[in-house]
């Protein structure tokens, strides 16, 4: 297993959570809600394209199936 230099500070962790300044929930897990709550309403833009959140799903599942294909596997 790789070992990762980190900052991270688990007192500081638990004081967040506590505070619920941080939740349980991940990026793609809050993706994956937003996408079936509001899927075609759009997600970002800028001056040369639109993204609903099911478009943003989409596209991050294609782009982690390539990783996965590259093999670009975590652990």
């Known amino acids: 297993m790789a070992k990762i230099l980190t900052l991270h500070s688990p007192a500081e962790a638990r004081r967040h959570?506590?505070?619920?300044?941080?939740?349980?929930?991940?990026m793609y897990g809050l993706l994956v809600r937003h996408a079936a709550e509001r899927g075609n309403r759009f997600a970002c833009r800028d001056?040369?394209?639109?993204?609903?959140?099911?478009?943003?799903?989409?596209?991050?599942?294609?782009?982690a199936?390539?990783?996965?294909?590259?093999?670009?596997?975590?652990?």
Not at 53 to 59: G, P, R, Y
Request: no cysteine.
């Open 47 to 63: 001056a040369g394209i639109r993204l609903t959140w099911l478009q943003m799903l989409i596209w991050v599942d294609a782009v």
């Open 17 to 26: 959570y506590n505070a619920k300044t941080w939740q349980s929930e991940t």
């Open 65 to 75: 199936s390539a990783l996965h294909q590259a093999a670009a596997k975590s652990g």
